[in-house]
Antibody, heavy 120, light 110 residues
Framework: QVQLQESGPGLVKASQTLSLTCSVS??????????WTWIRQPAGKGLEWIGH???????NYNPSLKSRVTISIDTSKSQFALNLNSVTAADTAVYYC????????????WGQGALVTVSS | QSVLTQPPSASGTPGQKVTISCSGS????????VNWYQQLPGTAPKLLIF???QRPSGVPDRFSGSKSGTSASLAISGLQSDDEADYYC???????????FGGGTRLTVL
């Protein structure tokens, strides 16, 4: 069965770029009509959809983050990546990657999450 | 402020039935399916209900989902202490062109 695993720096300085990678195992990242997704959760708060990338490379982003977000996919490595630039303390959160079955919020499975702290 | 509205908390005693609501609009729940997630303390969310009322393999039939108009509900019957968790609803929003979440409901088993 498909498993997802986030990786990347746990500490990022304010104004710099947050970069995370999600590695997909147990299935092909380029098969099916899935949307490979990033979601985040600040401590003690709810879930926020960041955006997704389709296997063919097309993307869709949360309007509130669109100007700072890039999500890309590397099918040869079975990975997809998140870049969030000009970060502030408000971007401190646990970042999850997930597979979306229809692009509409049907997320399964999820990665275990990666805590990213933005320091000043 | 979340696009989908959930009560911040819910509670029940073991064996009881609890229902968690998720209220939206014609641009999201009114036209699209709803999915529900369970997040146990310190863990990643897990898909609990998809397509408004379908259960993934392995999810007990104590969990059920329904949708009517611009609202959806998650019902948990035969409440167990292991059900203590945060529950989130999610749906596609036609106006925002993106999936949206509810703010989450923390379920306490008394």
């Amino acid at each position: 069965q498909v498993q997802l695993q986030e990786s990347g720096p746990g500490l990022v300085k304010a104004s710099q770029t947050l970069s995370l990678t999600c590695s997909v195992s147990g299935g092909s990242i380029s098969s099916g009509s899935y949307f490979w997704t990033w979601i985040r959760q600040p401590a003690g708060k709810g879930l926020e959809w960041i955006g997704h990338v389709f296997a063919g490379g097309s993307t869709n982003y949360n309007p509130s983050l669109k100007s700072r977000v890039t999500i890309s996919i590397d099918t040869s490595k079975s990975q997809f990546a998140l870049n969030l630039n000009s970060v502030t303390a408000a971007d401190t959160a646990v970042y999850y990657c997930a597979r979306d079955w229809d692009g509409g919020g049907w997320f399964d499975p999820w990665g275990q999450g990666a805590l990213v702290t933005v320091s000043s | 402020q979340s696009v989908l509205t959930q009560p911040p908390s819910a509670s029940g005693t073991p064996g009881q039935k609890v229902t968690i609501s998720c209220s939206g609009s014609t641009s999201n729940i009114g036209r699209n399916i709803v999915n529900w997630y369970q997040q146990l303390p310190g863990t990643a969310p897990k898909l609990l209900i998809f397509d408004s009322k379908q259960r993934p393999s392995g999810v007990p039939d104590r969990f059920s989902g329904s949708k009517s108009g611009t609202s959806a509900s998650l019902a948990i019957s035969g409440l167990q202490s292991d059900d203590e968790a945060d529950y989130y609803c999610a749906a596609w929003d036609d106006s925002l062109h993106s999936p949206v979440f509810g703010g989450g409901t923390r379920l306490t088993v008394l």
